[in-house]
């Protein structure tokens, strides 16, 4: 029996706003634990949350992107469940009324495009960071933490493979910083994402039952935990049992999912509307204007590529997947590069040379690769010697030009040089020159090894070949 695969994805970005949701604290990463805290975000009794309105222009921002309806009128509620991080034993969220309707978003894998449906998207806090002493058996909590601000967003079971899911969270970590309302640091657990799978008989209408993979905070960890993920359920159902509906943790060390705790039905949390803060109105004029000042958006910004660069599709998408990634990508065209060039340069060597370190770390200026791949295009050194002097400019910082001289990498293209070598080797080499006169024409690269060896790979290749061709003619 062949199963379907069907995942659903809740996903948890934390907003670059400078104050938390509910107070002035700053929301500043890295601070002196339980330095950034105030009576009202360590839930001290008697204090009264206040709405910070950022969040709330951030939650319409994401929602005009992923078009969703804004609801005009949405309520905080209090999602009560007791653990040492959350101060005030309940969390404030928001439940039958969120901010964000429904809404979608467009995915593309191997060339086809299907749209992910976005169930909802709802404002709430963190809770802290429980750090737990790896030699004395005691837990230390820092609250810095409590009280940030987050939008879930939670995705319609519309996924069918962790490819797809993969894409998704891709696509949502583009658009969350294309908006700038989140830094997408996914160590730091700025972004992490709560993923829900279940498989089903092929033709089957009924969802199986799912089990609940917590805040995996990496882009292939989520991928490599639905794998496994799939093969286990698969396993237990072809053996005649059933999945047990559970919160299950990826172990990426031992490359396995471990039960964390059976899931608790929603109304476990005792929901209710919060009585500390009043409903959320938004007016159309104030929806109007965020519109207007919404960003090009990774899709958009992918088309423009396409049609203004005559970019494939997959380079396309692969430069915009990034938002600093396509600057980066259309300075250089600024600057003077081909553009066709300039991506793959930049798709190959420059992101195999960053090591997943990001672009706006990188020595090279874009100015700078333009005027390296414009040294290749006027034949001034190679696209091979071009790979090395682009080492040495990541490394160092320094135009090629300069790298060039120093390491006297220029091409030789002088023509009255370049001759007297290929004489030089065809002398040498009077077999060899023999059997290419009697058709074996391979050889060809042979004598074009010869040459770059004693130019250092510094000979201009289509002189070097136009000059053999005739020379080794003459011998005929
Ligand atoms: P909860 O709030 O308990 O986590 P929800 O009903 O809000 O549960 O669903 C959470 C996520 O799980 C959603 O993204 C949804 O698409 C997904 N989901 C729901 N049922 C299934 C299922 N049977 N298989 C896979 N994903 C599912
Ligand atoms: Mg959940
Ligand atoms: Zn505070």
Redesign the pocket.
Known sequence: MEFET?????IHAQLKTNTKIFCGCSTAFGAPPNSNTCPVCLGLPGVLPVLNIKVVEFAIKLGLATNSTINRYSQFARKNYFYPDLPKGYQTSQFDLPIVGMGCVEVEVEGQKKKIGI?RIHMEEDAGKLIHDTVEPISCIDLNRTGTPLLEI????DLRSPEEASAYLKKLHAILRYLDICDGNMQEGSFRCDA???LRPFGQNE??T?T?LKNMNSFRHVQSALEYEIRRQRDLLLDGGSVTQETLLWNPDKNCTESMRGKED?HDYRYFPCPDLVPVEISEEWIAEIRTLLPELPDQRKMRLVDQYNLPDHDAVLLTSDRELADYFEETVRKGAKAKKSANWIMTELLRELKGEPITTCRVSPKQLAALLNMVDSETISGKIAKIVFQSMMESGKDPLIIVKEQNLLQVSDEGELLVLVRQIIDANPKQAEDYCNGKTKLMGFFIGQLMQMTKGKANPNLANEFFVRELAGKI
């Open positions: 069907v995942i659903g994805l809740e169930t939670v995705s319609e079971p829900n799978i279940s969802f199986g799912r609940e929603a």
